[in-house]
């Protein structure tokens, strides 16, 4: 069985300045690695994804995420976060191997950027 | 670009009444998943079908049930509501070549 915990479960930052949102996985199996974004009262959009390779991956908004297979962590990073990248923020795994397994969420970090 | 489309947006029902809820894939995406997100909480994987046959199996109450139709869109029948089913049920759906899903808006269902 996966599980995925993300350490922070609030993190507030100001406009323009560096973010970092922290995940970290366990599994038995090599795993396929995920974050969403949720705006309030809307649906789960894909930021990024690792699905093998490179470790650093590179996502929309401005978004990168890096692939720890050693701590099992897979952190999300922003050099200079926006007002409007507040918002949820879910970190999720898929065990690999298949193309239809289901993802198991961390509980969600909520971004909030102040001016 | 198509989305996911989830029927109905909203969703009011009381104690003890079924609710129906409906999926439409991305066209050409084969596998639809179905999530539960309780307020405060993470999505809770509820249960999958892959080209009409059911994949993988969640916390799912025995009151729901599931199905994947000929055109791929999918049904989430939940019967004898409780309040506790007050949630957002977010559909999903994904190809066999994109390991990544892609969610619907969500249907948000209050039981009174």
């Known amino acids: 069985a996966q599980s995925v915990t993300q350490l922070d479960s609030q993190v507030p930052v100001f406009e323009e300045a560096p973010v970092e949102l922290r995940c970290n996985y366990s599994?038995?199996?090599?795993?396929?690695l995920f974050w969403y974004v949720q705006y309030p009262n809307q649906g789960l959009q894909l930021l990024l994804k690792?699905?093998?390779?490179?470790?650093l991956v590179k996502g929309i908004n401005g978004f990168e995420a890096e692939f720890n297979k050693s701590q099992t962590s897979f952190h999300l990073r922003k050099p200079s976060v926006h007002i409007s990248d507040t918002a949820e923020y879910f970190c999720?795994?898929?065990?690999?191997?298949?193309?239809?397994?289901?993802?198991?969420f961390g509980q969600g970090t909520i971004l909030t950027v102040h001016p | 670009a198509a989305g996911v489309i989830q029927s109905p947006r909203h969703l009011i029902k009381e104690k003890r009444e079924t609710a129906t809820l409906k999926c439409y894939p991305i066209?050409?995406?084969?596998?639809v998943y179905w999530y539960q997100q309780g307020p405060g909480q993470d999505p809770q994987f509820l249960i999958s079908?892959?080209?009409?046959?059911?994949?993988d199996k969640g916390s799912i109450p025995d009151r729901f049930s599931a199905q994947q139709f000929s055109d791929y869109h999918s049904e989430l029948n939940m019967s004898s509501l409780e309040l506790g089913d007050s949630a957002l049920y977010f559909c999903?759906?994904?190809?066999?070549?994109?390991?990544?899903?892609?969610f619907g808006p969500g249907t948000r269902l209050t039981v009174t």
């Open positions: 599994s038995s199996v090599s795993v396929y």
């Open positions: 079908f892959y080209e009409k046959m059911q994949s």
């Open positions: 690792y699905l093998s390779g490179s470790t």
């Open positions: 999720a795994v898929n065990p690999s191997g298949t193309s239809y397994g289901k993802l198991t």
């Open positions: 999903a759906s994904s190809s066999d070549v994109a390991y990544e899903q892609y």
């Open positions: 066209p050409r995406h084969d596998t």
